[in-house]
Every structure is written in C-alpha cells, then in structure tokens.
C-alpha cells in the first residue's frame, strides 16, 4: 500500500535561512507521481510542483528546489533563503498510476509539516 | 476562471443534524473527490466519483455520503454529524483517463460539530 511520511512536524527557521523539509513514500506501483503543496494560513491548498517517477532530474523554482531521488524513496523540499511569507503547513502527496483509474487519481499525503519563519 | 467552488467556508452545527457541503466546477472534470484534513494525518480521501452517477468509496467513507447527478456538482452529505467529524474538507477534481493530471482543490470547508 501506498503511504508518504513527512517526519518533521513542524520547523521554525529565521529569515532568510535555508530551511529542508523531507518527504519519504512507499509504493509498489514502478509508475507514479509525487507533488508538494503549501497551505498557507488562509487555508487553501497551492500546487507547488509534480514529478513522475521516471523524471530524477532536480528541479529548480526561484527560491524552491526539489531532489527526488528513488534510491532511497524520497522527495524532498528546499526553500532557500526563506521569508516570512513561506510560513505556512507543507504537504507532499503520492498518485500511483494503479490509482488513477481505481480510485478517482486518488492522492495520499503526508502528515504535513509546519514551517515558521520568524522576522 | 477554472474553479472549484465549495460552500459554505465555514460551518458549524450540532450533533445529529443533517448538512450537505456542495462542491461544483467548471472544466467538465470526470474526476471528483473529498478529502478531509485532521492535524498530523494530512489529508484522506472520504469519497470519489469516476463521473455521472459513479460513485465510491475512499479511505474513510464511515458516516458520509456522496452523489453526482450532474458532471459539475459533487455534494458531500453528512446525515447524522458527530463530533469526530470535526474536520476541514475539500473537494476536488481532475480530468479522467489513465494519464495523471493535477488535482484542483476548492477553497475547504471548515466543519465544526458540537
């Protein structure tokens, strides 16, 4: 079965610190897709990036950088050079290709981790 | 606009008494889904819907209800709250077909039952 696990519940960094937030999933499907979501305080949820699992390529958006690496599972979420404005509860999510079809592109999150950047 | 309208924001009730969350979009999605948020457990999907009248259960379907009777509108029913399901909701959808293509949340519903 599939899960994600986002260890660390909540970071509190200082402006413009770099700040790591992990992700590890578990799936048996050799196709699927991983995503990160930010939820700021408003309480929406903001795509931030999709890879598929054939794509290990890192990945770079402004401040946000990705590196997935199969190897050892994981997915994980840098912020660079962080402000204020990132505060706000992360979440990374697996959709197994199996899963499309079976259950309506289901999505399986992690716990979600909280970051807090202070001024 | 592409959206996924919710409604209402903010919802609170008593205990036993029925409510009906509505969720509709406009991009002609197959794909619709709820998922409930709880701290430290993400989010869950409740219910989804491959589309008109094709309805199924997701991981934690216990005490809800769903229907599609139009492409657009995937309404979540809760027909006797309890507080357990105290929760922030969200409706989603997505293109149908084998290819992934990327959820599209509403806005949540925050749901408290006393």
């Known amino acids: 079965a599939q899960k994600v696990t986002q260890a660390q519940t909540e970071i509190s960094v200082v402006e413009k610190e770099d700040v790591t937030l992990d992700c590890v999933y578990e799936?048996?499907?050799?196709?699927?897709?991983l995503f990160w979501y930010k939820q700021p305080p408003s309480g929406e949820l903001v795509f931030l990036i999709r890879?598929?699992?054939?794509?290990?390529q890192n990945e770079i958006s402004g401040r946000y950088s990705w590196n997935f690496q199969k190897s050892t599972s994981s997915f994980n979420f840098t912020i660079t050079a962080s402000q204020v404005v990132d505060s706000a509860v992360y979440f990374c999510?697996?959709?197994?290709?199996?899963?499309?079809?079976?259950?309506?592109?289901?999505?399986?999150f992690g716990g979600g981790t909280r970051v807090l950047v202070k001024p | 606009e592409a959206q996924v309208t919710q409604n209402p924001r903010y919802l609170i009730t008593v205990t036993g008494k029925k409510l009906t969350v509505t969720c509709s979009q406009n991009?002609?999605?197959?794909?619709m889904s709820w998922y409930r948020q709880d701290p430290g457990l993400g989010l869950r999907q409740i219910y989804y819907?491959?589309?008109?009248?094709?309805?199924d259960k997701g991981d934690v379907p216990e005490g809800y209800k769903v229907s599609r009777k139009e492409k657009r509108n995937f309404p979540l029913i809760l027909e006797s709250p309890s507080p357990n399901q105290t929760s922030l909701y969200f409706c989603?959808?997505?293109?149908?077909?084998?290819?992934?293509?990327?959820?599209?949340f509403g806005n949540g519903t925050r749901l408290t039952v006393t």
């Open positions: 991009m002609n999605h197959e794909y």
């Open positions: 819907s491959m589309n008109v009248e094709v309805t």
């Open positions: 989603a959808s997505s293109l149908g077909g084998e290819r992934n293509s990327p959820l599209h």
């Open positions: 999510a697996l959709s197994e290709a199996g899963m499309i079809k079976a259950a309506g592109n289901k999505l399986t």
């Open positions: 890879r598929n699992s054939f794509d290990e």
């Open positions: 799936t048996r499907d050799t196709t699927y897709y």
